[in-house]
């Protein structure tokens, strides 16, 4: 086989510096890319690839790992905080087959990309617990119905929402359905206290978190933007009833103006100042909108409830982490034991105490102990129970920007919901087509 | 190491080429003019050597990388197809005449748009910056330290800073009284990566207008004042043509940095916005989707138009640094020239 040295194209004039590291990666021989179940062989020390570890909780637990296998100890390689960056260090490795990194812990959408360029392991079924995890979890985890990751973290989106208003109003349920969050606003709006106060907010600034609420908004009207078959599935009636529940919103005002210019914490901002009474957010704000030091306005007048949707209860996205196992590593036995030991359900236990991270363990959400410290729990099971999986792709990257740029066009009126759907629906097309 | 290298070969090549040069007509031996020869050019070898590792070769890699692909479809199993596969310039045609050309002319204008807005700006209020420091006045030092502050901060800060000050509740509304999106995809947000930029990096301009300013006699403006000229002319026709070798380095400069500027965007307004998007940034989507080839198309493209920037500014506005160089080695040729008839005669 003809050598092809993999150069990095860093072009002078200083342009930019295309990562592909020196010249790595000759064709190899063999054939086998590491795929099949039976190479996860070999003991010895690994290394686990991660995102930063604020809590301190990561090296605790690896600490009791390494003191129990002395002989297979784990070193962290902590990567930058930034997803993105992240995603690149990790393909930057994979595309050298540098047996640098062995557990990758990766986000739930990569795993398509990572498993369809042979960059990952697959892993036995047989010898993961996986029954006792959230069925919904575990579905990211796999790519074409072989299993490449198992959960470790999960994360589902919820509503949050002012009890106390909603009090106030002689509300006492949290809404189902849109039309019930709307008559609660205008009854709520009616309050002196509600001056200043916008309806709802869910993320539509042009980023991962438009793709997110569009996954939100079309699953709840019982779409899908790529469907179970794999094909775009943007051209329905349900797409566009999601679609427009954005733009309506956006349009009547009932999202304040500046939501296209909210991010993640942006929106917390917003919602802990007072200034919401519903709000798409993720389970961390819960304990920071509670916090009781002033920096909340909020503190112990919210409380959170199942997203809603056009007639019933709505879906949400399903976010989290995985672990998986490098194609390229060394010592697979040991990286399947630790695998196994940092998604084990004691693992997942003590991370949710010490980071508040979802687990992927369903016993966890019912531990009475755990409900008393997170009394969100229940609420974000059903949510993870119900959630749907931003789509699969191997080009997730584009098929995301694809969609932001569709949404985004949409919400700022740029483009009717129609001409935007069909657009996306054609991009989507070329993207996923299989050549 | 290797700076330590190059500056000893530098400075060993400055000192041998001239002597090498003038050996001819110095009467010496051409035997020790050639033997004078090779030990220049093995003096400089290392110099050129580390200039070919670190520029050519990254400049022709990453140009052959612009003539393939790969990894495009997926097999039945649902495995990427392997392999690279020679396209020759179907990266770039894609780039000019395909599907990405909307987006690639859009980042395209957004470039040569900020490049120009921005330069201006910054030599306009740069000059400005220079000539207040250049006074002598109390508090100078203060004063001079303050106006480089925004040069120190990295330039990823400052981008956070200006995001703070452009959110929709952040203070340039609240100053302003009124509810612009600037992070929104937008003009407004055009209009504020120029601000922060400019805010950034005209005191770079106005360092190196003081530097030019400085090295003007006090005599000059002395004499132009007995003349009875203005101070309006004293600057047009005394202080910026002294100052303007200063200046006109100072503006390449800019404009080579401007023309690759992909942090402060990207932090201030974030990737994808078409508004903002840059050449550097469209290269880096496609570098980060694993489409080296069509990356490094973007990335000789933006190279191409870079270089082409700079020569047609060295030509049009004479910032030719190596030129003055050349003028002066002539000169002094020519000098010798004259001395050596005269001798002669």
Redesign the interface.
């Given at each position: 086989m003809r050598r092809?040295p993999r150069?990095?194209?860093?072009?002078?004039?200083?342009?930019?510096?295309?990562?592909?590291a020196g010249c790595g990666g000759d064709g190899d021989g063999d054939g086998s890319s590491g795929?099949s179940a039976e190479s996860l062989q070999g003991r010895g020390p690994i290394t686990f690839v991660t995102g930063k570890d604020r809590s301190g909780n990561l090296q605790k637990q690896l600490d009791g790992w390494n003191s129990e296998h002395p002989d297979e100890k784990v070193r962290v390689i902590e990567l930058p905080d930034e997803p993105?960056e992240q995603?690149?260090q990790m393909?930057q490795n994979a595309t050298t087959k540098s047996d640098a990194y062995t557990v990758l812990n990766l986000d739930v959408v990569w795993t398509a990309e990572f498993?369809?360029?042979?960059w990952l392991t697959e892993l036995p079924e047989d010898k993961i617990d996986l029954s006792t995890m959230l069925p919904a979890t575990v579905e990211t985890g796999r790519?074409?119905d072989r299993l490449y990751a198992v959960p470790s973290t999960s994360d589902a989106g919820m509503l949050y929402y002012r009890e106390d208003l909603l009090e106030k109003a002689g509300i006492s349920e949290p809404p189902k359905t849109y039309r019930q969050m709307w008559d609660a606003c205008a009854k709520v709006e009616r309050l002196d206290e509600a001056e200043d106060v916008d309806c709802f907010f869910t993320e539509v600034?042009?980023?991962e978190s438009m793709t997110i609420s569009m996954v939100e908004a079309i699953g709840s009207a019982g779409g899908a933007i790529i469907g179970p078959d794999g094909k775009p599935a943007v051209n329905t009636p349900q797409a566009k009833q999601g679609l427009e529940f954005l733009v309506r919103a956006y349009e009547d005002g009932r999202m304040?103006?500046?939501a296209?210019?909210?991010d993640t914490e942006?929106g917390r901002r917003h919602f802990q100042e007072g200034r919401l009474v519903f709000q798409r957010q993720w389970p961390y704000q819960y304990s920071l909108a509670n916090e009781d030091d002033g920096s909340s306005e909020v503190a112990g007048k919210f409380a959170v409830a199942p997203l809603p949707g056009p007639d019933g209860p709505g879906v949400s996205n399903l976010g989290g982490h995985n672990l998986a196992i490098s194609a390229f590593a060394e010592n697979k036995a040991t990286a399947l034991d630790f695998v196994r030991y940092l998604t084990g359900a004691q693992a997942q236990r003590d991370n949710l105490l010490a980071t508040s991270q979802a687990p992927t363990i369903a016993a966890l959400y019912d531990d009475p102990e755990l409900v008393k410290k997170f009394p969100y729990l229940p609420v974000l099971k059903s949510a993870i129970e119900n959630a749907t999986p931003r789509p699969v792709a191997?080009?997730y990257?584009?098929v995301t920007?694809a969609i932001?740029?569709a949404g985004?066009a949409a919400v700022?009126g740029d483009a009717p919901v129609d001409e935007a759907l069909a657009d996306l629906q054609g991009e989507l097309e070329?993207l996923t087509a299989?050549? | 190491m290797t700076t330590q290298d190059e500056r000893a070969a530098a400075a060993n090549a400055a000192a041998a080429a001239p002597r090498g040069r003038r050996a001819p007509g110095g009467g010496k031996g051409g035997g020790d003019a050639r033997g004078q020869r090779r030990l220049a050019a093995l003096l400089l070898s290392p110099t050129l050597l580390v200039l070919a590792l670190?520029?050519?070769y990254?400049?022709l890699?990453?140009f052959?990388?612009?003539l393939y692909a790969r990894?495009?479809?997926?097999d039945e199993?649902?495995?990427?197809?392997?392999g690279?596969r020679f396209v020759g310039f179907d990266n770039y045609t894609a780039i000019f005449s395909g599907?990405p050309a909307g987006a690639f002319w859009n980042a395209f204008g957004n470039t040569t748009f900020f490049t120009f807005t921005t330069v201006i700006l910054e030599t306009v209020i740069g000059v400005g910056m220079a000539l207040i420091m250049h006074r002598a006045f109390r508090g100078r030092a203060l004063v001079r330290a303050s106006i480089l502050v925004p040069w120190a901060i990295p330039t990823a800060i400052s981008g956070l800073l200006w995001r703070w000050i452009f959110?929709?509740?952040g203070a340039a509304n609240a100053l302003l009284r009124q509810?612009i999106?600037?992070?929104?995809?937008?003009w407004p947000a055009k209009l504020a990566v120029i601000i922060a930029e400019v805010w950034k990096t005209s005191p770079f301009i106005g360092l190196l207008v003081l530097a030019g300013l400085q090295m003007i006699p006090r005599d000059v403006h002395e004499a132009a004042r007995v003349d009875g000229a203005s101070a309006v002319q004293r600057f047009w026709s005394v202080t910026l043509p002294l100052v303007k070798p200063a200046l006109l380095v100072a503006v390449l400069f800019r404009l080579?940095d401007v023309l690759?500027m992909?942090d402060l965007p990207a932090v201030l307004i974030?990737v994808?916005?078409d508004s903002v998007e840059t050449l550097?940034m469209i290269?880096?989507?496609e570098?980060?989707?694993?489409r080296?080839g069509s990356?490094?198309a973007y990335?000789?493209v933006?190279?191409v138009y870079?270089?082409l920037i700079a020569y047609l500014f060295v030509k049009l506005l004479g910032a030719d640094i190596i030129g003055e160089a050349r003028e002066e080695t002539k000169r002094a040729k020519r000098q010798k020239a004259r001395r050596r008839k005269a001798v002669q005669a």
């Open positions: 092809i150069i990095g194209g860093a072009v002078a004039g200083a342009v930019l510096a295309l990562s592909l795929t993105n995603r690149q393909i498993a369809a360029n042979r790519y074409r600034n042009k980023s304040p103006k500046s296209i210019t909210l942006g191997v080009k990257g584009d920007a932001q740029e985004y700022t070329t299989q050549k | 670190v520029i050519g990254p400049v890699a990453g052959r990388e612009s990894g495009e479809g997926l199993s649902g495995f990427v197809v392997e690279t599907d959110q929709a509740d509810q999106l600037w992070t929104a995809d937008g080579l690759r992909f974030g994808n916005q550097t290269a880096w989507f570098a980060s989707n694993l080296y990356a490094a990335a000789t933006l190279f870079i270089a």
